[in-house]
T-cell receptor, first 112, second 116 residues
């Protein structure tokens, strides 16, 4: 079974608007970590934000925030005030023990 | 401080050859993990090393192997290359990895392997 599900293959967003990328996960381990990464066409994987399973508050990093709903096993990424440079593939990932499981990714295209 | 460094960035090999990829983690990070990214299979976990010991291994054939040195640098090797091994190989480093670890998990720029 898929551990990480990203249901949006691609999204278009207008510059300066906010966009929400969906991510649901599946685990029976009470201790896990959730990550979001950005991968531009160059291929590098850029760390955006992290949420630990025991963290009480939603993580925020600049224009990125993670909407963590533990009971629903959901970890959506919100990008506020989108910029042209945000156009990339975005991956949600979950770490259990020493292994990261990735979703299929969502391609975000920011329009001017 | 310097990020995760992977070498070489690009390489072309032919079927049957072998390849060795290198990864230097962020200074102070002791855990190094490797991932394969292909258009068809997405990102898949290969293995993870901590203090020169392999702690976890993904579902890949024995042709894929790795090791970690005392300075935390890691190498992965693929023997008897097949066309399907063409992929972006990403290395990630973390202070500890596993349960109790923090959110620090950073990737290198990857090594793009093409097998002809």
């Amino acid at each position: 079974a898929q551990k990480i599900t990203q249901t949006q293959p691609g999204m278009f967003v207008q510059e300066k608007e906010a966009v929400t990328l969906d991510c649901t996960y599946d685990t029976s381990d009470p201790s896990y970590g959730l990550f979001w990464y950005k991968q531009p066409s160059s291929g590098e994987m850029i760390f955006l934000i992290y949420q630990g399973s025991y963290d009480q508050q939603n993580a925020t990093e600049g224009r990125y925030s993670l909407n963590f709903q533990k009971a629903r096993k959901s970890a959506n990424l919100v990008i506020s005030a989108s910029q042209l440079g945000d156009s990339a593939m975005y991956f949600c990932a979950m770490r259990e023990d020493t292994e990261l499981s990735f979703g299929a990714g969502t391609t975000v295209t920011v329009r001017a | 401080k310097a990020g995760v460094t992977q070498t070489p960035r690009y390489l072309i090999k032919t079927r049957g050859q072998q390849v060795t990829l290198s990864c230097s983690p962020i200074s102070g990070h002791r855990s190094v993990s490797w991932y394969q990214q292909t258009p068809g299979q997405g990102l898949q976990f290969l293995f993870e090393y901590f203090s020169e010991t392999q702690r976890n291994k993904g579902n890949f054939p024995g042709r894929f192997s790795g090791r970690q040195f005392s300075n935390s640098r890691s190498e992965m090797n693929v023997s008897t290359l097949e066309l399907g091994d063409s992929a972006l190989y990403l290395c990630a480093s973390s202070p500890m990895g596993g349960q109790g670890s923090t959110g620090e998990l950073f990737f290198g720029e990857g090594s793009r392997l093409t097998v002809l």
